[in-house]
């Protein structure tokens, strides 16, 4: 710990100087200032003339610059100048190399989280250190506004039944629903004190017609080349959302518990199996297949059961039920335990022989109108569960769609496929009209209209119990899909939906993200195996709030427009619609009011009608991730960088690393699909991806209403309702936790963070203030590295090794690394050390010496590049040093427009003489002397013997070459009235002494000078202060007392 210094506690204490706002004191730490309290004299009478005359005689620090940040007034003063003033200036710099930062839109409903401010903040460090490192930057925020959340808002706002509305209605409410939601989140967006495009109306928003023609240009382009395609297929569908539903929108979840059932198919002709059986004298038996199900409501949609014609079957006896049963012979062990009985093996057989087998639906009989069903082979059947019969309902899984058609197709290899029936209507109830076709006609009746999440379960389970064919009923827990926004369950529903067909857009797409740089390197992993596992991307959704699918349907005049349409999807024909839309002034609006016929291109319009075709719209919507994906055709439009095509569009995406799935593949996707080629290659629309985690509470807790831990950035800017608890921290200082944290993974907040980070600003705002107090109002000279002491060698080189760190860590966007530098060099090099040792020649040493000269420019050098590492951090409390460092003498008077910018002037590089390793050497070992005398003057102290380290001297004996070398220096460094180096051990003479090897301290033998307070007045002088404060003063002592 630094010792008192006798001129701090003048500075602190003296009645005349300085101004009262100053406490110098506050510089060091508060065991410091207890030092400096404990030890302070009662303040002179200010009649003693004298030291009124000494003590303004010192160049005491002063500054305007408040000690107390206060950010609720004072960060206004310096907002606009820092955030749409500077975006307007900078963007002016044609000159500049650009960089370009592309925002992911957030979607534009409620208020603020303090993940949005973790995202935002991070990309204007990025922005803002790019700013001042010489570049012009490119930022435009934008908002993602369609889909159902704000449709659903929508709906609850007009308070009637959806299906009393229309689309138009919908749409006009959803819209002012986003609008809100735009509002909301911009005016707090704007108080994280971001440089960018923040207006309302310069942000881009998903649901302005330009974006939206920008999307359906892209859609063209895939019509163009065939990716967008058709199919009636199962697709994860959300009855809770009533639409079908991307990967990306749902969640899994751990705990989801079914009601798995074990169920017998009786068989209805044995096929192969016969002989078998009536050599074993079985033939009159009746058998069944053990089938098992966690999805009991797809049991009406069987059509057929899979086996594995590699594996072994069994037929077994069980006591308990009725029939003999089939069953995988690797399952039968571990059936006997799950079904409750003995199972006795009969026979076992290769699973071919089960190939010309057929059975009857267990909600069927052999005497209704269904027909058998037929067992075929599928490579997805093993032993790991279930029966080694696989119960196939091809509405409803996408692998039982996929083996089933290819088994048709084999089967029929000139039939058309017919459309799989599905017994599931778009509410999730089962339809009497389906499943008319597939089961009985009491069953039917049974289990119409019911809800397959809710009631169907049970009344299939009841069927099957009353039936005889249920073999038991277990409750299994699994992971199980989730809609993400109505936490609801989902399902596989067979329906008519439009995908983006992936297959041959994958390997581009993998090919052009080798390309990419990946922050943490771990995404690019995550993200390649998001795009390597998706064929195909669902991009209907049958909601209203969205753009159009630009699809229309004829049918022949005389029938059903649904049942016998066909759809006319072609790149002249989404031309059209777009060139209708734009036309009308009322973007994708006007989908819903104009006659479909006004979106047929007029030459098939005429075709139609000589061939007595009607038309009608697709009413599907798109997914609004393809919305969000399309963002980039913004920056590709802008033309940003004509000279360089081959350049991605942006330099950076950066978003929570959940957008793998999401943002980032949907961009990718979209931009592999309709870009063209550059030089022999499709390009990402990005250069670099970073990611970042989630916010946690400090127990590393999601935050959730339920645990009460939300922490909105609203209330650490600006309070929470009891300011003692939840203090007004500023926006500063939500900026520099975001800067302290390491974003590649979650990070942590709480009230202890805060105050923590609180701390660490605090003591950075008066490392500043220290440093404009003691430069205010000096001369800009430059000194060469030789005129230097090597104490501010020192402090150079450290400053350059800080530098060079800082720059490193803000190009790599790791700027916990910048924080953490920043924090030690204010506290550890500067506060505790340098600002200590400077002190007696800043306040006594006379302006024109060099001995002052040289710290001067020393701090004016630190302070320029501390302001520049610390502005893209904390922008506001730089631009307020930046003020008071060109010499402002007050506060600006408002927030004055074109006051100048601390990120106008490019953050200037450090000089190589600077960088010194032998200087740092030297002091290093310096360093341990010091900390030997340290510890001496400390045992004084705590005998009272002394009070400030300058009523001592010390004594080295046998000095080391380098201690003789800097002799001059020790003084200062130990910061003591005097050092000597002497060739012997002296016996001490003195009252007291500590001494430690070859160190001894004792206690100064000169007087105390009156002005500077140093003990280093010969008693015997003439002079009334010590020869130092002699050559600044002159000899005052008997011109005036
Ligand atoms: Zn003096």
């Known amino acids: ?514 390309d990419v740089e990946f922050v943490p390197p ?44 066909t759809p006319y999807l072609t790149p002249s024909n989404v031309d059209h619609i777009i060139s209708v839309l734009d036309s009308k002034g009322q973007g994708t609006d006007y989908w819903w009011t104009g006659e479909a016929e006004e979106f047929v291109e007029p030459e098939e319009l005429a075709r139609s009608k000589a061939e007595g075709r009607s038309w009608r719209k697709g009413v599907d919507t798109m997914d609004v991730w393809f919305d969000s994906g399309c963002s980039w055709t913004m920056l590709r439009d802008l033309d940003l960088r004509p000279e360089a095509p081959e350049k991605p569009y942006a330099d950076v995406y950066l978003e929570g690393s959940d957008q793998h799935r999401g943002w980032f593949q949907s961009s990718l996707l979209t931009a592999i699909s309709a870009a063209e080629e550059v030089g022999g290659k499709k390009k990402a629309p990005y250069g670099t991806v970073i990611t970042h985690g989630m916010v946690l509470d400090e127990k590393g807790r999601k935050m959730s209403k339920s645990l009460g831990n939300i922490l909105p950035p609203s209330t650490i800017i600006n309070g929470g309702k009891n300011l003692q608890k939840q203090p007004a921290y500023g926006t500063d200082l939500l900026r520099v936790w975001v800067a302290s944290v390491d974003s590649t993974r979650d990070v942590l907040i709480g009230p202890a963070v805060l105050a923590q980070t609180f701390e660490a600003l605090r003591k950075m705002r008066n490392t500043a203030r220290f440093m404009l107090g003691n430069t205010a109002g000096a001369a800009k000279e430059e000194l060469g590295v030789e005129e230097l002491s090597l104490i501010d060698r020192y402090i150079l080189h450290e400053l350059y090794e800080l530098d ?32 200590d040792v400077i002190k007696d020649s800043l306040y006594a040493d006379a302006k024109s010496s060099l001995e002052r000269r040289r710290v001067v420019y020393t701090l004016q050098k630190v302070l320029d590049s501390y302001t520049s590492i610390l502005a893209p951090m904390a922008p506001l409390l730089a631009e307020e040093i930046h003020h008071f460092a060109q010499g402002a003498s007050a506060d600006p008077k408002a927030d004055v427009a074109e006051a100048g910018s601390v990120f106008e002037k490019v953050w200037a590089l450090p000089s190589v003489s600077w960088d010194s390793p032998e200087t740092k050497t030297e002091m290093e070992e310096l360093f341990k002397v010091r900390e030997e005398v340290m510890s001496l003057l400390e045992q004084a102290r705590e005998k009272k013997l002394i009070g400030s380290s300058t009523e001592a001297t010390v004594v080295i004996s046998n000095p080391p070459a380098r201690l003789r070398k800097h002799a001059e220096l020790l003084k200062t460094l130990f910061i003591v009235s005097d050092v000597s180096l002497v060739d012997e051990p002296l016996a001490p003479s003195t009252e007291w002494h500590f001494s430690s090897g070859s160190i001894t301290v004792q206690p100064a033998t000169l007087a105390k000078c009156p002005r500077c307070w140093t003990f280093s007045k010969p008693a015997e002088s003439e002079r009334d202060v010590c020869a130092r404060c002699h050559e600044v003063v002159g000899d005052v002592a008997h011109a005036h007392w």
């Open 804 to 835: 060079q760190l800082a720059r490193d860590a803000y190009n790599t966007y790791t700027f916990s690394r910048v924080y953490q530098a920043l924090a030690t060099f204010s506290n550890t090099t500067l506060s505790s050390f340098y600002f």
């Open 1 to 514: 710990m630094p010792l008192p210094l006798a001129l701090l506690e003048r500075v602190t204490l003296s009645c005349t100087a300085p101004p009262p706002q100053l406490h110098f004191r506050q510089l060091s730490s508060s065991a410091f200032c207890r030092a400096v309290a404990a030890a302070a004299p009662k303040p002179r009478k200010p009649k003693d003339e004298k030291a009124q005359f000494y003590s303004k005689s010192l160049n005491l620090p002063a500054t305007p610059f408040p000690l107390r940040a206060d950010a609720g007034k004072r960060e206004k003063l310096f907002w606009r100048r820092t955030t749409d003033e500077l975006y307007r200036w900078q963007a002016e710099q044609k000159d500049r190399p650009l960089f370009v930062l592309h925002d992911g839109p957030p979607y534009a409903n409620g208020n603020l989280h303090t993940g949005h401010a973790l995202n935002k903040i991070t990309k204007d460090i990025i922005n803002r250190s790019k700013l001042i490192q010489g570049n012009r930057v490119h930022y435009v925020p934008g908002y993602d506004t369609h889909g159902l959340p704000l449709e659903l808002k929508a709906l609850s706002a007009l308070k009637l039944p959806a299906a009393s509305l229309t689309p138009q209605v919908i749409r006009s409410a959803a819209r002012k629903e986003a609008e809100k939601g735009i509002q909301i989140q911009g005016e707090e967006f704007r108080s994280f004190a971001g440089m960018g495009a923040f207006a309302d109306e310069d942000a881009y928003k998903t649901m302005e017609w330009g974006y939206e023609k920008r999307q359906l240009g892209i859609v063209r382009e895939m019509v163009r080349k065939g990716l967008i395609v058709t199919h009636h297929r199962p697709t994860l569908y959300s009855p809770s959302s009533r639409t079908a539903l991307a990967e990306a929108e749902l969640e899994y979840r751990d705990d989801h518990i079914s009601r798995s059932v074990y169920v017998s198919f009786l068989i209805s002709d044995l096929g192969a199996l016969a002989p078998k059986l009536q050599k074993l004298g079985l033939e009159k038996e009746k058998v069944s297949l053990a089938v098992w199900t966690t999805t009991a409501w797809t049991l009406p949609s069987n059509v057929a059961v899979a086996i594995s014609d590699s594996m072994d079957y069994s037929l077994v006896r069980s006591s308990t039920s009725k029939s003999l049963l089939i069953m995988a012979t690797e399952r039968v062990a571990a059936l006997s335990e799950i079904l409750t009985s003995p199972l006795e093996t009969l026979t076992t057989f290769p699973g071919s022989s089960l190939l010309s087998t057929t059975y009857i639906s267990p909600l069927a009989s052999s005497s209704s109108a269904s027909e058998p069903r037929t067992i075929f082979p599928a490579s997805y059947v093993t032993s790991t569960t279930g029966t080694g019969l696989v119960h196939t309902a091809p509405a409803h899984g996408v692998e039982d769609w996929e083996a089933w058609r290819a088994h048709q197709l084999a089967l029929h290899p000139d039939q058309p496929l017919e459309d799989t029936l599905c017994a599931v209507d778009g509410a999730g109830k089962l339809m009497p009209e389906v499943l008319e076709k597939l089961v009985e006609r009491d069953v039917v009746e049974r289990l119409g209209g019911k809800d397959v999440l809710g009631d169907g379960t049970g009344a299939v389970i009841d069927v099957l119990q009353e039936r005889g064919t249920l073999l038991k009923e277990v409750e299994v827990q699994h992971k199980f899909p989730y809609d993400w926004r109505t936490k609801k369950p989902v399902i596989f529903r067979a329906s008519s939906q439009w995908f983006a067909n992936l297959e041959n857009v994958k390997e581009d797409a993998v090919k052009a993200i080798e």
């Open 522 to 565: 771990r995404g690019r992993k995550t993200l390649e195996m998001y795009v390597r596992g998706r064929s195909e991307w669902c991009i209907s959704r049958q909601r209203a709030w969205g753009v159009p699918i630009p699809v229309v349907y004829s049918y022949p005049s005389s029938s059903d427009p649904i049942a016998s349409s």
